[in-house]
């Protein structure tokens, strides 16, 4: 017992890395047999969550044979339009999960067992968990094509390996893969935090930027910094590797003051339970305001990240008057690159020249209470947490317009907004949906539920929110054929599909009234029928293809080819 704790104490004093584990160095081979060059690392910052993978780039193109990086069994199979996209899990017998996403299409013999389901549950959309060992792959097996499907904005796969019993994602650069990267992390803004009541930062009570030069030796330097009370710093910053422009996520991050650790986080692992409170590890604030994330070296509020190696006052710096402080950020990459940014600080206080307080409203929302609003027009209802810290939240409405505050604030969790839809008439409310309006106030639909004199959307997103009407159908068009055609050497059909204004919600299609699969690529719009699937018996094909849209709206299209 006495070896144990003193093993705890010599692991929590050293205190970094505590956690550390080891990886299987030489287990795996990579899922793609061209050098890897990573448009996107493990914990990059991305919208309400941290990158759970790399992104590994495809040299502007789908269709790359991408392997089974180990001996393993399919675990799940999922068909999303969203997400993901078409995404195989692979559980290997060493106790980790691979995963491999954003897939143009599967090899043959899951094509072939997926398109059974598909055509099984009348659905493009469909996700399965085979048994254990029912689809089982070698290492070096081709597995799929790699592609843009899904939530992605370019070629590229998605790669991810999960501890197969916690389905923790870890960073799969800790497996041996190779990639170049001699390049330092680089930062390109630096931020000051007076964070303690009558706390002051350059002659401020508010954030304030700092600036900062390269010295001979690489390291920055920043301006010197007068303050008193408790601060805390955050920067801007982005790794790159060797062979691409790519902005990518940096690894790990580390405050030091006057010698001491203060904090120390890395994206070796996190849980997707927590990956929303990355909206506490960047300022939100300056993320709405100007789409760029700082991230801050000290804990806030409602912070609820495992990702923190050594914290010491949560990263926060008590500056006493006539003392001074070094403050150092050390910006590593996982090759161990570093970025060492100094900041010296200066204990005094000081006339402020900037004197902010935060606008008050009406309306004062206690974080852990649930909070409700009744603006007349809607009803808002934020459960208890749904925000991290208290504020003054600004409501306000219109005719069918309500605003609740703006995107500068995150929320946790969904919160209610229930309109009132008594004035209008049944034929209006069927076409009526609740749509949030972006910066350039263009309507966008949010899930609507309908019931009685009410209209119900839950979200995350604060914003301007209003009622928008949805009268035009959606439209269908033939893409790569024309009615009438004969189309004997072709491989597929495809046709475009649209909606203006609430958006396709299904869509479905027969072939002389059997149903067929039709891929749906929301990015292009386009729906597209496989002839591989199915053997066509007949010469004269009728194709009919029927599109609704969020509101119910609906169309259909009828054309006739012929085929040999
Ligand atoms: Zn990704």
Same mark, same amino acid.
């Given at each position: 017992m006495g070896r144990t704790f003193l093993i705890f104490l010599l692991i929590s004093s050293m205190g970094i890395s505590a956690q550390e584990t080891t990886y299987p160095k030489e287990a795996f081979r990579p &899922? @793609?047999?061209?050098p890897l060059i990573l448009a996107g690392t493990f914990g990059e910052l991305r919208s309400n969550h941290f990158h759970s993978g790399i992104d590994i780039k495809t %040299? %502007?193109?789908?269709g790359l044979p991408v392997y089974a990086i180990g001996n393993g069994t399919i675990t799940r199979i999922k068909v999303s339009l969203w997400g993901y996209g078409k995404v195989l899990y692979v559980a290997h017998p060493n106790g980790y999960t691979s995963v491999y996403g954003h897939l143009q299409k599967f090899s043959p013999k899951i094509e072939e067992y997926i398109k059974k389901i598909q055509y099984g549950k009348k659905s493009y959309e469909v996700e399965v968990f085979p048994e254990y060992g029912e689809i089982k792959l070698e290492k070096g097996e081709v597995i799929a094509y790699s592609g843009n499907t899904g #939530? +992605? +904005?370019? &070629?590229h796969l998605h790669f991810e390996i999960r501890s197969s019993i916690s389905e923790k994602p870890t $960073? &799969? @650069? @800790? *497996? #041996?893969y190779e990639v170049r990267d001699a390049t330092n992390p680089t930062v390109v803004g630096l931020y000051g935090y007076p964070l303690s009541k009558n706390a002051q930062l350059n002659q401020s009570n508010t954030k304030s930027q700092i600036n900062f030069t390269r010295q001979k030796d690489g390291s920055l330097l920043a301006d010197k910094v007068t303050a008193l009370g408790t601060i805390g710093f955050g920067f801007v910053g982005f790794d790159r590797q060797d062979l691409a422009a790519n902005k990518n996520g940096v690894y790990s991050v580390r405050q030091v003051v006057n010698g001491q650790v203060y904090s120390d986080y890395d994206f070796e692992s996190f849980s997707f339970s927590e990956t929303r409170y990355i909206n506490t590890l960047i300022d939100y604030g300056h993320f709405g305001k100007y789409r760029q994330r700082i991230q801050k070296s000290f804990k806030s509020p409602g912070n609820h990240l495992s990702i923190y190696n050594k914290l010491v006052n949560d990263g926060k710096i008590v500056v006493k008057e006539g003392l001074s402080y070094t403050v150092e950020l050390l910006i590593y990459d996982l090759e161990g690159n570093l970025t060492k940014l100094v900041i010296p600080v200066e204990g005094k206080n000081q006339p402020l020249k900037i004197d902010e307080e935060t606008p008050k409203t009406d309306n004062y929302i206690v974080a852990k209470r649930p909070n409700n609003f009744d603006l007349g027009i809607a009803k808002v209802y934020f459960p208890a947490n749904t925000f991290y810290e208290d504020f003054y939240i600004d409501l306000r409405k219109g005719s069918d317009t309500v605003m609740v505050? $703006? $995107?500068?604030v995150p929320a946790h969790r969904n919160f209610t907004l229930t309109f009132d839809?008594?004035? *209008?008439?049944e034929a209006e409310r069927k076409q009526l949906f609740i749509a949030r309006l972006d910066k350039n106030s263009r309507p966008s639909y949010t899930s609507t539920y309908k019931r009685g004199n009410t209209f119900t959307t839950r979200t995350r997103n604060l914003g301007t929110y209003t009622l928008a009407r949805d009268t035009v159908p959606p439209t269908i068009r033939t893409k790569n054929f024309k009615h009438k055609q004969w189309l004997t050497n072709y491989h597929y059909l495809s046709l475009t599909i649209a909606d203006d204004l609430s958006g396709i919600d299904t869509y479905s299609a027969t072939l002389n009234g059997e149903w067929i699969l039709m891929e749906y690529e929301p990015k292009k719009n386009t729906i597209t029928y496989n002839f591989d699937d199915r053997i066509l018996d007949k010469k004269q094909c009728v194709l009919k293809v029927t599109v609704t849209d969020n509101v119910g709206n609906t169309n259909t299209h009828e054309v006739t080819f012929y085929r040999k």
């Open positions: &899922p @793609l047999d061209i %040299q %502007q193109r789908e #939530g +992605s +904005s370019g &070629p $960073n &799969p @650069l @800790l *497996y #041996g505050h $703006n $995107n500068r839809v008594s004035k *209008y008439s």
